[in-house]
């Protein structure tokens, strides 16, 4: 624990002269300052447009929801800049056992636009991965 923040009770307060609320903040600077800083690398935006990709995975209880982000992330590659998993679903048209979850992939390249090649050969990588680990594209 690096710090403790909080409000100081209005009685207390009072108690005191303070009749306004009050917060405090406490911070172990030791422990804060020990902590490695400085470290942070930093990608220049790019001034290129971006392209959103979602897709949504059959996938068994067996594979975890981690294992698959992994696999799309390593398939995608460089062009990916943001991964989120946005919908979970079990019920009608999912088998027992399995459960849908859908993924937002923003894609983006520093030097140029990308073009529907580019955005089709995530897509096929990031399909072709999630195979491999015996998740199917949901249709």
């Keep these: 624990m690096l710090g403790l923040v909080g409000e100081i009770d209005p009685d207390v307060a009072r108690a005191f002269g303070i009749e ?8 172990d600077l030791d422990l804060l300052l020990a902590l490695p800083h400085g470290l942070a ?25 981690a294992a698959l982000g992994d696999a799309i992330r390593s398939a995608a590659g460089p062009l990916l800049v943001d991964l989120a998993l946005f919908d ?11 459960r849908s979850l859908a993924w937002r992939l923003r894609l983006q390249a520093a030097d140029r636009t990308l073009v529907d090649a580019d955005v089709t050969g995530v897509r096929d990588a990031c399909v072709a991965a999630a195979a491999a680990l015996g998740v199917a594209l949901r249709a």
């Design 88 to 98: 979970r679903y079990r019920g009608e048209g999912v088998a027992p056992g399995s």
């Design 20 to 27: 306004e609320r009050t917060g405090w903040l406490e911070v």
């Design 41 to 65: 690398t930093y990608r220049p935006v790019s001034r290129f447009p971006s392209s959103d990709l979602d897709l949504a995975f059959t996938t068994p209880d067996a594979v975890t929801g």
